[in-house]
């Protein structure tokens, strides 16, 4: 078994093993332990997971008792074939022993046992943390210090989702989208649930935008918070049991791991307990709860799954990432599900009956996905809804495609005095050079103050590429061959001038991603205070919109915002195509 084993090695760790048998020291050391996953494992999605095979590596035929693997980190943890606590280990192999994921063990190592690794954040910034590799027998240790960045992903909508189905026997049981579902279980009976972690590549695409290290999602760290509420739960008197179905997979384009060093099938004796899987993006696995005593008639046993940092379960805010998370309540006293579930308060905006569309809004921010059906030029148009405040806004036009093909054209109301620029961010897969041509409708800024920096995603420093230039309306000016990355063009009024309104047109051939403009809004300057931007969309395809105003800029953001989205034909003629108002 062993010589099998070593015949399977790589040429690499061939020549490694080979070194170490010239050499005239034998004994194993911690120098042995061969690190091979990240020390600065960079930009990770929060909820998604970084995984490094064979990310910890023994590389002695010398004998010691013992390896452990040890983080207290929460972010950090260690995975791979292995056998859970309760397991008996079969005859004539020697296993990893998984006590969680922040220890795992193996007695007895040969060469070429290994582990993998994995980095999940839960919250966005900087994190480090220390591992530690100790052997034993001979005793010596290895110390390693690991750095991770997490990105926050959207609250209101985010770009791994996860999609939560609930079966009694064969029958689905009807909650629809809704988050929190209330399910009733006959005693002895069972509720299984199938899970799939998912990721909306548009959104990612709109992330990895504003984070060009960001990290593509290829697993996912999911939990599950079972609570019992109001059942006289209390140690060893459990209303449920609780199973974790299907195999572990180890493959990495088929990954699964329950994270829980009892085992899938221990449920601990605690009424409330906590589970954490390990899964591939789009692969769907199953979890069971089993009735095991009368819940009450107002008891019940909830079960929240949820996308790691995407939701909390001890101060759950239904507001937020309601794609990323699923509570179901089981009881024995509830009725049986008919009507409509119970669902977190969510603004529907009206829309054309040609265009039905879920929208999501709140204070600060309003996402609307809309279809576009041709390909063809079209103009957002955004304007104060009535009674709303004027102020600062903002909008973010992202294609599901990610091109934008030729450059974007934007405009807004300028501030008197130079207070308050306009502004198109957009970002440059390949260096080229950007036209510019500025425009201003009001007469009232003689000379616009124009602006181009590149700006730094991870500090967010800016640097001037391009002016400070004052440019009249309808002038153009070409930059010099600017370096793929984000980019902000700006343009303002000057000390002694009315509040103006411009616009602004960049074309190019290498815009991707998303495209933010914005500035200040009101329903009178140049005509009507209108915002807009203006694109082309190459193919059919979805566009998400949106919108910002309200708390997105505190003490200056603008009111309510309607939207507008016209087609625009060759001629300059525009037909409504989309709104989010009646």
């Not at 992903?153 to 985010?158: K, Q, T």
């Not at 999609?163 to 029958?171: D, E, F, I, K």
Request: glycine share 10%; hydrophobic share 35%; with cysteine.
């Amino acid at each position: 078994m062993k010589f099998t084993n070593f015949l399977h090695l790589s040429s690499q760790t061939l020549f490694v093993s080979l070194s170490l048998l010239s050499s005239n020291t034998y004994a194993a050391s911690a120098a042995n332990i061969q690190v091979n996953h990240c020390s600065e494992c960079g930009q990770v999605l929060i909820g998604a997971a970084r995984l490094d095979f064979r990310g910890i590596y023994w590389t002695s035929y010398d004998a010691v008792s013992g390896l452990n693997l040890n983080t207290v980190a929460q972010t950090f943890g260690f995975t791979g074939d292995s056998l859970y606590l309760s397991d008996t280990p079969p005859i004539g192999k020697n296993p990893w022993t998984f006590n969680s994921p922040r220890r795992v063990s193996i007695s007895n190592p040969y060469f070429g046992d290994n582990m993998n690794h994995f980095f999940a954040p839960f919250e966005g910034g900087e994190v480090t943390a220390s591992h530690e590799y100790v052997i034993l027998s001979p005793t010596d240790s290895k110390t390693v210090t690991v750095t991770g960045i997490g990105v926050p992903d959207g609250e209101i909508s985010p770009a791994i989702t996860l999609n939560v189905v609930t079966n009694q026997g064969s029958t689905q049981v009807p909650c629809g989208d809704a988050n929190i579902c209330q399910v009733p279980v006959t005693l002895k009976g069972a509720a299984r649930f199938t899970i799939t972690p998912t990721v909306d590549h548009s959104r990612f695409s709109e992330l990895a935008l504003a984070y060009p290290g960001l990290q593509e999602v290829k697993y996912v760290l999911v939990k599950l918070r079972v609570a019992e509420k109001d059942t006289q739960c209390s140690r060893g008197y459990l209303s449920f049991k609780d199973l974790g179905v299907g195999s572990n997979s180890f493959k990495e384009s088929d990954y699964y791991h329950y994270l829980e060093g009892g085992g899938p099938s221990h449920t601990p004796d605690a009424c409330t307990r906590n589970y954490s899987f390990l899964v591939s993006v789009n692969k769907s696995f199953q979890f069971q709860a089993t009735n095991n005593r009368d819940t009450g008639q107002n008891g019940y046993a909830e079960y929240a799954f949820y996308v790691n940092g995407h939701y909390d379960p001890n101060t759950p805010d239904l507001s937020k990432w309601v794609d990323s998370w699923k509570v179901v309540q089981l009881g024995n006293h509830f009725p049986p599900v008919t009507g409509e579930p119970i669902t977190p308060p969510v603004t529907e905006t009206p829309t054309t009956p040609e265009e039905p569309v879920k929208s999501f809004c709140d204070d600060q921010s309003c996402v609307y996905p809309v279809s576009i059906d041709k390909a063809g030029f079209y103009v957002a148009s955004v304007n104060l809804a009535p009674g709303s405040t004027e102020g600062f806004w903002g909008l973010s036009v992202n294609t599901s495609s990610g091109i934008n093909a030729g450059g974007f054209n934007a405009g807004t109301v300028l501030r008197e005095n130079g207070m308050e620029p306009g502004f198109v961010a957009f970002y440059l897969a390949k260096p080229e050079a950007v036209n510019m041509t500025v425009f201003e409708y009001s007469g009232q800024v003689p000379e616009l103050l124009t602006l181009l920096e590149r700006q730094d995603i991870n500090t967010g420093v800016r640097t001037t590429e391009f002016g400070p230039q004052k440019m009249t309306s309808g002038q153009s000016a070409q930059t010099s061959v600017l370096d793929a990355g984000f980019y902000v063009a700006s343009a303002s009024s000057q000390a002694g001038n009315s509040r103006g309104r411009f616009g602004i047109s960049l074309t190019g051939k290498n815009f991707t991603g998303g495209v933010n403009l914005g500035g200040s809004i009101d329903t009178y300057t140049g005509g009507n205070g209108e915002g807009f931007g203006a694109f082309y969309v190459t193919s059919p395809q979805e566009v998400r919109f949106t919108l910002l105003f309200g708390n997105s800029y505190p003490t200056r953001g603008a009111g309510v915002l309607t939207l507008d989205i016209y087609s625009q034909d060759a001629e300059g003629k525009r037909v409504l195509y989309w709104t989010n108002h009646p």
